[in-house]
């Protein structure tokens, strides 16, 4: 279980994770220079997760799973890809295609998908992983090639979004909440951009800046009115070509966003004054996003309005918006559990299962959000729940 934790006592990294870090940090001091001595936040992300090489993402460490950083639902349990899987047949049912998932992870969601269609059908003609990491990708080939030669064939790896669109389903989970994000602070009548600089002895520090037009137009139309007087928070403008480039892949079916997030509304509450930015590391939860740069996952919780308003933009139908607890309901997880052929085994998947739907926990605080095109049929895992008038 994640729990959350002061920086000044996370675990020491090994020797050779901190000359990882050393290099990252280099990496953003160099940054730093070029743009004249700051570097907006969602710059230095940028660098930190995603640098070829060196990010946190595109480096080699262990992130999923016991072993690393954080645990998602798919590493919890099998139920999770089933569930998935569920509402995945669904819809290829009606439109056929494919299957693409965005950001696979460690592949367990994808594996655990496949293997419950090949039970449920239909078998997408073709499950397409979009995976930027080359480390990330390499333990999805080496996890999917255990899968039946009838199911491992049928799984492609992409550098980009498909070059024509595809019909079938989108997954994407808990992807967005990885984008890169800009950070903003309100001082009373002031408006201010935080970023990171160097300190006079060459250390990382956090950095604010007065705010630019372009962003100050945003919050305004975000959130018409003034803002708290002591506020801290995120803004995620690259959800909107994000989103935009899912709807340019989705010729007929249903795209899924899974993830940690709010309506904007709440998002930002005036009493979330200190935002929704978390840093992950061996399984604590801390808020110091300068703390070892690259060994380390950066998020921050997903406004699902903007995702909304980014999906009818590119010409989506939000279908479905509910909590994760509802769309595993919806998806029959129940069952699931009541399939299990003995008892201890019934036992371990049900003590799975409530970390899956637990309110106040993962249950409550995961969303899920359905983005149609040409479909019409009610989805199933939004059968017990529609909160699209939270939106």
């Not at 799984?155 to 990885?178: C, F, K, Q, R, Y």
């Not at 340019?248 to 930015?277: K, V, W």
């Not at 061996?282 to 309005?305: N, S």
């Not at 939000?318 to 769309?327: D, E, L, M, S």
Request: with cysteine.
């Amino acid at each position: 279980m994640t729990r959350h934790e002061a920086s000044s006592t996370l675990p020491a990294p090994s020797a050779q994770q901190l000359r990882h870090s050393t290099a990252v940090i280099e990496a953003v001091r160099a940054a730093i220079h070029a743009q004249g001595g700051w570097l907006g936040f969602e710059q230095y992300l940028r660098i930190v997760l995603y640098a070829p090489g060196l990010g946190y993402y595109a480096a080699g460490s262990v992130k999923f799973g016991h072993s690393g950083d954080f645990v998602t639902a798919p590493e919890i349990s099998g139920l999770y890809a089933r569930c998935v899987a569920s509402q995945c047949a669904q819809v290829l049912r009606v439109v056929g295609g494919d299957v693409l998932e965005l950001g696979a992870g460690s592949g367990r969601l994808a594996a655990g998908v496949l293997e419950a269609l090949a039970e449920l059908g239909p078998i997408p003609e073709r499950y397409r992983i979009l995976e930027v990491s080359a480390d990330l990708r390499a333990r999805q080939q080496a996890r999917l090639a255990e899968l039946p030669a009838a199911l491992a064939g049928r799984v492609v790896w992409l550098d980009t979004m498909p070059s024509a669109p595809i019909a079938g389903v989108v997954l994407a989970n808990e992807v967005a909440d990885a984008l890169p994000f800009q950070r903003f602070v309100v001082e009373g009548a002031n408006l201010y951009e935080r970023g990171v600089a160097l300190s006079a002895t060459g250390e990382l520090v956090e950095s604010d800046r007065s705010a630019g037009a372009e962003l100050r137009a945003e919050l305004a139309r975000i959130v018409p009115g003034a803002w708290p007087e002591q506020y801290l928070s995120e803004l995620c403008t690259l959800a909107d070509p994000w989103i935009a480039a899912i709807g340019a892949a989705l010729a007929r079916g249903a795209a899924f966003i899974i993830d940690y997030g709010l309506p904007r509304h709440e998002y930002y509450h005036p009493q979330r004054d200190q935002g929704t930015m978390r840093c992950h590391y061996r399984h604590r939860v801390h808020e110091d996003a300068l703390r070892y740069p690259g060994l380390q996952d950066i998020t921050a919780w997903v406004d699902f309005t903007r995702v909304a308003e980014a999906a009818v933009a590119a010409g989506l139908t939000v279908a479905g918006y509910c909590t994760q607890a509802a769309f595993l309901l919806g998806n029959g997880i129940e069952r699931e559990l009541a399939a299990a052929p003995r008892t201890l085994e019934r036992a371990r998947l049900a003590a799975e299962a409530r970390v899956l739907l637990q309110p106040g926990e993962m249950g409550e605080y995961v969303k899920v959000m359905a983005l149609t095109r040409d479909f019409d049929e009610p989805l199933r895992g939004f059968q017990h729940q529609d909160l699209r008038r939270s939106l």
